[in-house]
């Protein structure tokens, strides 16, 4: 072939997004790494990490949030800034983000048309909007009221809300992390179905998720981020989990549901057809050495009941025991002063004030202790809250930062860290691991085998059958408010489980 003569195939297209040597400092902490990453159009790639490895930091650079530091960003083979989210949502980039960030006070069909109400002779046309919300809910698979208040949904629904968002937005770029960690087994589907329908129109997927399994069952391909450096991207086709494992934390995944056998002691806790706000006839205990599993559906009952066990909503029937006595639990006070601890579902809107330093947070239920009248000990506070991050491993760059600054990781550390200074007896975890990565998984698994060694007894919710069915020494199904079935440590199925949760 001659120099004159054309090529005989066509120049590959550029990626649709592509990423340079891309650099991001916040002061002295280096979040990302020259970051070398391209994003193909119409595939679903994976960003895996564990937190604080740069995944949220990336997400923020790529819709305008942050500002990189150096490096250069290509847009169709184009260099652009990137310098605002609106120059990210005019490109077509958008993200759906764990934490929803809509207005809970608006409608549902509001939220879908922020930024383009539909107007006419400048007055609001709601009605329309809620016709054209519910379209476009109905169309999406998702069975959501277009003219509902957002903040009477779960958070698992506005996050579906957030998703319908985008897509009326026509976005080309769409990011999703954790998108499924409040979602019903029946939302995830729907939304594993438009995510599917979006890639083959073409829309470039990005998919961040701790649970390895979904990134297996819908990616293409899957980038590792550890401590803000790329460590690899491989094919779905071509790696597993313990590889992704590996290059992200050095450690097998036998290691992460690690469980010590333990012997039982007395009973802490005893419920006698306890009835309450969404729950009915619940009976159950816990004892020293023992956690105690609730699965179910979102909706089933399960965070009502142990919301009342702390008080926030008390029992309107049955009875509660308190290490073989009788005890009325009106108040959260109440709960805390027997010794019952809260890990709540939402850590952001529960169990932090995010806007107060680390060390405040740590440090909340004890201040008494930490007092003298109306003065707190500066160093014996300084103290606990050093001892508690130190033990936690929480990655902070100091006690006083806020508490929003940290990954969701290390702020569910510190929610747990919370109360382990109190020094609690029963631990109510809701959800205690969501939104979290593999190793930070292990070592909330590794703080529970310390509590259960100490003679805590806890119970836990998980909506992540794997994880409970792994760690519950008993097992409790609950259904529409109802315990439906009770098993002991892996005596049934992961299929009759399941079966038991849905009803079918």
Request: hydrophobic share 40%.
């Amino acid at each position: 072939m001659s120099l004159t003569d054309p090529p005989s195939t066509a120049a590959a297209p550029a990626p649709l997004l592509s990423l340079h040597q891309l650099d991001k400092r916040f002061g002295a902490t280096h979040a990302l790494k020259a970051v070398d990453l391209s994003f193909e159009r119409g595939e679903i790639h994976a960003i895996v990490g564990e937190n604080g490895a740069g995944k949220s930091t990336l997400i923020k650079v790529l819709t305008g949030v942050h500002r990189r530091t150096s490096g250069e960003i290509y847009w169709q083979g184009q260099s652009v800034p990137l310098n605002d989210p609106h120059e990210a949502i005019g490109l077509g980039i958008n993200a759906v983000h764990q934490e929803v960030v809509l207005c809970p006070h608006l409608t549902v069909a509001a939220n879908l048309f922020l930024g383009d109400e539909a107007v006419k002779f400048g007055l609001l046309q709601h009605g329309t909007m809620v016709r054209e919300g519910q379209k476009l809910l109905d169309s999406l698979g998702f069975s959501l009221p277009a003219g509902a208040l957002l903040s009477s949904l779960t958070i698992g629904q506005q996050q579906l809300v957030a998703t319908a968002r985008a897509e009326r937005r026509s976005a080309k770029f769409l990011i999703f992390d954790e998108p499924t960690a409040y979602l019903t087994r029946q939302e995830s589907d729907a939304l594993f179905r438009l995510i599917r329908q979006l890639k083959a129109n073409g829309t470039t997927i990005v998919y961040i998720s701790h649970r390895l399994e979904e990134v297996f069952e819908l990616c293409d391909r899957v980038s590792v981020l550890r401590d803000g450096a790329l460590v690899g991207t491989r094919l779905i086709t071509e790696t597993n989990e313990n590889d992704l494992i590996a290059l992200m934390i050095n450690r097998s995944i036998e290691q992460i549901y690690h469980k010590d056998q333990i012997p039982l002691g007395a009973t802490i806790l005893e419920t006698k057809g306890l009835s309450g706000p969404g729950f009915n006839n619940i009976s159950l205990s816990v004892r020293e050495g023992e956690i105690v599993g609730l699965y179910g559906l979102i909706g089933a009952g399960r965070s009502e009941f142990v919301q009342s066990l702390f008080g926030r909503f008390p029992a309107t029937g049955g009875e509660i025991l308190w290490q073989g006595n009788r005890v009325v639990i009106g108040s959260e006070r109440t709960a805390m002063d027997l010794g019952i601890a809260l890990a709540p579902e939402s850590r952001r809107d529960q169990g932090l004030c995010l806007n107060l330093g680390v060390g405040f947070n740590i440090n909340l239920p004890i201040f008494d202790r930490l007092s003298t009248g109306p003065l707190i000990n500066l160093p014996q506070e300084a103290k606990a809250a050093e001892r508690q991050i130190k033990d936690m491993r929480i990655k902070t760059a100091s006690r006083q930062a806020n508490a929003s600054s940290l990954s969701g990781g290390n702020q569910q550390k510190i929610v747990i860290g919370k109360w382990l200074n109190h020094g609690a007896k029963l631990f109510l975890f809701d959800e205690p691991t969501v939104g979290v990565d593999v190793g930070t998984k292990a070592e909330i698994y590794r703080l529970m085998g310390q509590l259960l060694h100490q003679g805590a007894g806890i119970i836990m919710i998980s909506s992540y059958l794997p994880e409970v069915y792994e760690l519950a020494d008993r097992l409790h199904v609950f259904r529409r408010g109802s315990l439906v079935a009770s098993h002991d440590f892996k005596d049934a199925s992961h299929e009759t489980i399941l079966t038991e949760a849905i009803g079918v």
